[in-house]
C-alpha cells in the first residue's frame, strides 16, 4: 500500500469572492473528496492536511470585531479552531465520499501542533489570510493598523502574518500509529498546524500561520509517506507565470525544479512554499511529489496531468 500525504489548498475550500457560508465549503469539499475517496478504494492509504487562509482570517477577523464583548483569542488559538471547524467539515464530506465509493472507513481529525523556528518567531509578515478586499477598502485595512500585500494573480489585497517555517510535528508519532493500523482517514496538521515554539520547560504558542505545504512536507517524512501530493486550484506549477509566454511543468526533477525556485518563477507565500514542500520532500526521500488541482488527481497519478516532481 502506498501511504500518500494530500495537502488541500485552503483556496481549494473557499474560493475568492464566495461567501465563507458552510454549504460553499462543503460544496467546494465534496468535488475534492470525491478523487480522494477513489485514491482509498483503489488501496492508497491517505493523510490529508488542509489549509485555513481563507478560514483563519475571517476567525480573528470575527474576535476583533467581537472584542466589546467577548475577549479575543490569539491567533494560534484561532488556528486551532480553523482545525476544528474545517476539519469536521473535511471529515463530513470525506466520509460521505468514502460512502459512495462502498468504503467504510472512520476519519478521524487530529489537532495538531508544530514546532516553529524560535529564531524565526517574529518573521516579516508573508501568509495571507482572511478575505480579499478592493482597493475602496485599503483605508480600513490601514486604520487597522494590519500589514496588508496585494495578490495580483487573484487581484486584491490581504492582510499578511508572519509564517515561521515548521521544524517537526509535536503529535507526528501518533499520526504514524493510526496511518500504520490502516483503518483511518487522518487529518492532522490543519492549517499548517498550531504553531509553538520552546519556553523553557513547556510549549508555548506562537502568533502566527504555518504554511500548510511546508507542514506536510514535514509530517509526510515523519510517517514515512511516498507520496506527498499539494491539491490546489491550478492545473500545475507554471513557468513565466501570468505572461504571454507562461508553461505549466509536467514531469521534472527536483534538481530542476530547485533552479526554477532560485530563478524566481514562483510566487513567494503561495506557489513557492509548494515548489518548496516538494523539492524538499523529493530530494530528501526520492519519492514523488504532486501540484495539480483535484478534478485533475486521476490523472496525474497516471501521469497524464499536474507538476510531477521526481528523484
Ligand atoms: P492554496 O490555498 O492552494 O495553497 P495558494 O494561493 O497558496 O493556494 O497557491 C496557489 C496559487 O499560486 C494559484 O492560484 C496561482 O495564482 C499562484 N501562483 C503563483 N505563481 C504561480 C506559478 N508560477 N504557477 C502556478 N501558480 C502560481
Ligand atoms: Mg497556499
Request: one cysteine or more; glycine letters at 10%; hydrophobic letters at 40%.
Amino acid at each position: 500500500m502506498t501511504n500518500a500525504v494530500v495537502a488541500i489548498g485552503g483556496n481549494a475550500i473557499l474560493r475568492k469572492g464566495e461567501a465563507a457560508t458552510v454549504e460553499n465549503q462543503m460544496n467546494n469539499l465534496r468535488r475534492t473528496c470525491a478523487p480522494l475517496a477513489r485514491m482509498v478504494k483503489e488501496g492508497y492509504g491517505v493523510t490529508l492536511v488542509h489549509g485555513n487562509g481563507p478560514q483563519v482570517g475571517n476567525i480573528l477577523l470575527q474576535n476583533e470585531i467581537a472584542r466589546e464583548e467577548v475577549p479575543p483569542m490569539p491567533l494560534d488559538v484561532c488556528v486551532a479552531q480553523s482545525q476544528g471547524q474545517i476539519g469536521l467539515m473535511l471529515q463530513q464530506a470525506m466520509t460521505e465520499a468514502l460512502y459512495k465509493e462502498g468504503i467504510s472507513r472512520t476519519v478521524v481529525c487530529l489537532l495538531t501542533r508544530v514546532m516553529v523556528d524560535p529564531a524565526g518567531q517574529n518573521p516579516t509578515p508573508s501568509k495571507p489570510i482572511g478575505p480579499y478586499y478592493g482597493s475602496e477598502g485599503l483605508e480600513r485595512l490601514r486604520l487597522n493598523n494590519w500589514t496588508i500585500s496585494e495578490d495580483r494573480a487573484r487581484g486584491g489585497w490581504r492582510r499578511i502574518v508572519p509564517s515561521p517555517r515548521p521544524l517537526s510535528i509535536i503529535e507526528g508519532g501518533a499520526v504514524r500509529s493510526l496511518v500504520a493500523t490502516g483503518e483511518y482517514v487522518v487529518i492532522a496538521a490543519g492549517g499548517g498546524g498550531v504553531p509553538v515554539t520552546k519556553c523553557h520547560n513547556h510549549l508555548c504558542g506562537v502568533e502566527a500561520v504555518v504554511d500548510k505545504d511546508l507542514a506536510a512536507q514535514v509530517l509526510a517524512r515523519c510517517i514515512g509517506d511516498e507520496l506527498l501530493i499539494m491539491l490546489t486550484d491550478v492545473d500545475a506549477a507554471y513557468l513565466d507565470y501570468k505572461t504571454p509566454i507562461q508553461r505549466g511543468i509536467g514531469e521534472t526533477t527536483a534538481a530542476e525544479m530547485r533552479t526554477y525556485l532560485e530563478q524566481g518563477h514562483f510566487a513567494p507565500g503561495s506557489m513557492a512554499p509548494k515548489v518548496e514542500a516538494g523539492v524538499e520532500f523529493t530530494s530528501s526521500t526520492g519519492h514523488t511529489s504532486i501540484i495539480t488541482t483535484p478534478e485533475l488527481l486521476d490523472n496525474a497519478l497516471k501521469s497524464k496531468a499536474g507538476t510531477r516532481i521526481i528523484a
